[in-house]
């Protein structure tokens, strides 16, 4: 028969196992109505703790978890195998996770790591924080955010990491200066309607570029047509569904930026498609200078920045909480790689 385990626990009591974990160690931050349902499900199902599986939370098992937004996507994958490289390095397996840019895949990916009582994780965060992810925080297992951070006051404005009181160490880009060099090199290429196919706004880096896109673009003098931003969300089905939705406009754009690698090659898929002549007909930028960036024809400009540093100043930092130092966090710079893709704007015949 099989034992009942801390996951089936949580089930029974309807709540997550970052929050059943909680309540079986005597966390004070637990609410009365969690504490009764764990207890009751602990109860009803026979629950006993294993007394080795207690001895080992109490030591290091050697592995740190790491959750990116999406596995498909290359600058992700960038950041899990300069994470995985680092942490070998001392001593210390990886177990990757794929968020699929889901705050329910999240959660979920969360409670397995709680349950398997990695050591550290490297999180690139969901939302703006779901109860699971703020549970998880609060179990004191030493968190790093990469790439992303979590909602503060509630726009990212007052610089704190959204956490409450749990100080949260995050390895993020310049999102805002990347944005802006875009914005300005269109300028200077006379392009007055420049598209952006924007990035969820529950996120972080969405927010920031879609407020740096907007600050840039009343600083260029641009035209502030808000039919001249699509909503996307970081994956190419929303670059593809962008870029038809601005090419599509009585007066389409001369010029587009994806948020994204994957929203960027989903908007070059559609101009292809259309025949447009990508630098001629309409300029393109995208972001995150992937390999596959230079190689096509015109190559891309890009917003770059530096996936392998992140990742491995994510690693770097776990280590130190690992070892009861404090982290720092850091803001790595972008800046903008100008290639064939972007030229002068087109007349009107």
Request: glycine residues 10%; charged residues 25%; negative net charge.
């Amino acid at each position: 028969m099989r034992s009942v385990t801390i996951r089936d626990v949580a089930a029974r009591a309807g709540v997550s196992v970052a929050t059943a974990s909680r309540v079986l160690s005597g966390h004070p931050a637990t609410s009365p109505a969690s504490r009764a349902n764990v207890d009751a499900a602990v109860a009803e199902l026979g629950y006993r703790p294993d007394a080795r599986a207690r001895s080992l939370r109490k030591t290091r098992t050697g592995t740190i978890g790491i959750l990116v937004s999406d596995v498909r996507n290359p600058f992700f994958a960038e950041i899990a195998y300069a994470v995985e490289r680092r942490a070998l390095q001392a001593g210390m397996a990886t177990v990757v996770c794929n968020a699929d840019e889901s705050v329910d895949q999240q959660d979920r990916y969360l409670d397995l790591l709680v349950e398997q009582r990695v050591d550290a994780m490297v999180i690139a965060p969901q939302g703006d924080g779901s109860g699971t992810l703020r549970e998880v925080l609060g179990l004191g297992i030493p968190v790093v955010f990469v790439d992303r951070t979590l909602a503060d006051g509630a726009d990212g404005s007052d610089g704190s990491d959204g956490s409450g009181d749990v100080s949260v160490p995050s390895i993020t880009s310049d999102n805002r200066t990347g944005l802006r060099e875009a914005v300005e090199h269109l300028v200077a290429l006379g392009h007055r309607r420049v598209g952006l196919i924007a990035g969820p706004q529950e996120t972080s880096t969405g927010r920031e570029r879609l407020r740096a896109y907007r600050e840039a673009a009343a600083a260029g003098d641009l035209d502030p047509d808000p039919a001249l931003v699509a909503q996307g969300d970081f994956q190419h089905a929303s670059g593809v569904a962008g870029a038809r939705r601005l090419l599509d406009l009585d007066d389409p754009p001369t010029a587009i930026i994806g948020a994204d690698s994957p929203m960027t090659l989903g908007a070059l898929e559609v101009l292809r498609e259309r025949g447009v002549r990508v630098g001629e007909d309409v300029s393109l930028v995208g972001y995150d200078d992937l390999a596959a960036f230079s190689l096509v024809t015109p190559a891309l400009t890009v917003v770059a920045h530096d996936p392998a540093r992140m990742g491995a100043l994510a690693a770097d930092a776990v280590r130190d909480l690992l070892a009861g130092r404090p982290a720092s966090s850091a803001v790595l710079p972008a800046h903008l790689v100008v290639r064939g893709s972007t030229g002068p704007a087109r007349r009107p015949a």
